[in-house]
């Protein structure tokens, strides 16, 4: 028979944890299924992968940052001791090594879960599977010759693992950008296709550019405020808190020799081919930069704090190849973003919308009773995904799983 368990979360990274946190909190029983280990989204990160936003933003319900290096940035093996010690603090019920691979809704209002460890019945899921769900390729990748290694970002470790020759990086949002400069310190020769990719300086001030984010109020940004449901797939803003963090954009990444080209629209006979768009796409991302700086600014004045040197990009020349020819290529590897992927296991189409997303309130779904979603992407504001923000995201769901509890 069916295991019945009352409220069931699905996935042991930050925002499912925290889910279990806020339920714990509660006195609702519930389980916790991680189809691998906790925080493994983390540990399929590259070796250098470490955090963009610095230490003091991490704010886990029950679980803020409280170590000493405040203003760093965490490297990827003490994030995975970070949230491997949240999850130990409150003894959350993770099991681990259980796979879900379908949620079916049943006619008496439950659900059942199919797992690799038998079926599982509950009267409330909570989806927190991460941002970060199924890595995305252009269309046009599919006319790559198959002789040339080919690989997403999360398959990345460092620049040995890659064969000889110039790399391809295509996608220029932080991950693009960040594996671009690391494999030419490498002393590897490399193209970074680029595309519409918000940036900031890594400091505005004497403050990092996160916290002008929080203090803005940019973090907080609905979806409602965006100019476009598809927005909600635009790159993270350009930066690095590598080496204790530094300038990450078009114009630093140049400087450094990385040959920067347009969007990537096709490969033939051993040839890929760029759109003729970088001076498009720097300057799409040079208004945002303005966008944010006038919040910066604004702010700066409202609270009489020091006003910030607020510098106007530099002039860009964007001129670039619009082709690449494959001969000493090595490897071409594509960090163009993820795509949501719960159509793969959640028979429930119209749960949600046409990119992807949850159709939702708060997180609980509108089309399925009993139903809720924490960790993605702008799921309520810009910071729903974030160490910074998802605990708040994470104890209005378990507030709303309670009160669906009540006769």
Avoid at 208 to 237: C, H, K, M, Y
Wanted: hydrophobic content about 40%; overall charge negative.
């Amino acid at each position: 028979m069916a295991e019945r368990v009352d409220v069931v979360v699905v996935g042991g990274g930050q925002a499912g944890l925290a889910v279990s946190h806020e339920l714990t909190d509660l006195g609702i029983k519930h389980v916790v299924l991680e189809r691998e280990r906790v925080a493994s989204s983390w540990r399929r990160r590259w070796e250098s992968f470490c955090l963009v936003t610095p230490n003091w933003s991490i704010n886990l319900p029950g679980g803020a940052y409280d170590g000493e290096d405040r203003d760093g940035y965490l490297p990827r093996d003490e994030i995975v001791t970070f949230v491997e010690r949240y999850a130990q603090s409150f003894d959350a019920p993770v099991r681990e090594g259980v796979d879900v691979t379908a949620l079916e809704p049943r006619t008496d209002g439950e659900f059942v879960l199919r797992t690799s460890d038998g079926d599982l019945l509950a009267r409330s899921v909570v989806v927190a599977t991460g941002a970060y769900q199924r890595p995305h390729r252009p269309p046009a990748s599919s006319a790559l010759p198959p002789n040339v290694l080919q690989l997403d970002a999360d398959d990345y470790r460092d620049p040995g693992s890659l064969p000889p020759g110039r790399v391809l990086v295509v996608g220029s949002g932080q991950t693009g950008c960040q594996i671009a400069e690391e494999l030419h310190e490498a002393g590897r020769e490399v193209v970074l296709s680029c595309g519409r990719a918000p940036w900031a300086p890594r400091r505005l001030g004497d403050r990092d550019i996160v916290w002008w984010a929080v203090e803005t109020g940019f973090f907080d940004q609905p979806v409602s405020e965006l100019p476009a449901p598809a927005a909600r797939l635009a790159a993270n803003v350009q930066n690095t808190g590598h080496d204790g963090g530094h300038d990450l954009n078009y114009r630093t990444l140049r400087a450094a020799d990385i040959t920067l080209v347009g969007h990537f629209i096709g490969a033939d006979d051993h040839r890929v081919r760029f759109a003729p768009d970088l001076a498009e796409c720097v300057a799409w991302g040079d208004d945002r930069y303005r966008e944010l700086m006038a919040l910066c600014h604004r702010c700066a004045l409202e609270r009489g704090l020091p006003m910030p040197d607020i510098p106007e990009p530099e002039p860009f020349d964007g001129a670039a190849p619009e082709e690449l020819d494959l001969v000493d290529v090595g490897a071409v590897l594509f960090a163009g973003g993820f795509r949501s992927d719960y159509g793969s296991w959640i028979p429930m189409p119209d749960a949600f919308d046409e990119l992807g997303f949850p159709v939702h309130r708060e997180g609980a779904s509108t089309v399925v009773p009993g139903l809720h979603f924490v960790g993605v992407h702008f799921l309520r504001t810009r910071k729903s995904s974030l160490l910074y923000g998802v605990g708040e995201d994470a104890a209005i769901v378990a507030r709303q799983v309670s009160a669906q509890r009540q006769p």
